[in-house]
């Protein structure tokens, strides 16, 4: 899936409207002057060519954010090029290709991809709508990895309950045994440590 910068396509621009050198030559041959650059590009030219550089670097900023933030699950960045009145090329458009299949048979890792797929679908100052259509996918999967994740924990504890039923006379005998040590001043620390929770992922 890609995630692209969307721009409404430019307004074409307006030529502003100068008097004629029949009409006033003095104040044609001025404009004619103060519209010309080194370039020899006239107002409506130069205006272009603003609107086009500002352009670029909005897309290409977009697009970076995009890429810097997905890592190793973000591709390279294409863009969309328009040549502008000075006959360079700036970039109007682009996207970045990213990875959002979930990991097989894992969960866990499936949740932390989808994360970092969702925060840079979202990197860019105004996500587009399909920034924010990749960013919606990935919030999809995490889910669904995080209910399996929760299934799969599930699962265990119930087994680990079957197996602690079946040791519970063994427990109960460990326990009287310890009480006698430590009356005769033989005890033992046989009190197990708390196992640690398992870490869960949330949105």
């Known amino acids: 899936m890609n995630i692209t910068s969307a721009f409404p ?28 650059n080194v370039q020899g590009l006239d107002a409506a030219q130069l205006e272009q060519l603003a609107d086009l550089k500002a352009r670029d670097r909005e897309v290409r900023a977009h697009e970076a954010a995009h890429q810097a933030v997905g890592g190793q699950y973000a591709g390279a ?5 328009e040549r502008g009145p000075d006959g360079a090329q700036y970039a109007v458009g682009g996207e970045v290709s990213i990875d959002t299949a979930p990991v097989d048979g894992d969960p ?4 932390e991809k989808m994360r970092t797929v969702r925060a840079a679908a979202l990197a860019p100052a105004e996500p587009s709508p399909q920034d924010r259509a990749v960013a919606a996918q990935a919030m999809q999967l995490m889910l669904q990895a995080q209910a399996e994740l929760a299934s799969e924990l599930s699962e265990r504890d119930e087994s680990a309950g079957v197996s602690a039923d079946s040791a519970e006379p063994r427990r109960v005998s460990q326990d009287a045994s310890s ?10 620390d046989t009190e197990a440590r708390p196992t640690s929770e398992p870490f869960r992922a949330t949105a």
Not at 17 to 26: D, F, G, I
Not at 108 to 111: G, K, L, V
């Open 9 to 36: 396509p430019m307004a074409p621009s307006v030529t502003p409207t100068r008097a004629t050198a029949s009409e006033n030559p003095r104040a044609g041959q001025a404009a004619n002057a103060s519209n010309q």
């Open 77 to 81: 960045i294409s863009y969309v090029y």
């Open 108 to 111: 866990q890792a499936t949740i």
């Open 179 to 188: 009480a006698y040590q430590s009356v005769s001043g033989l005890g033992l």
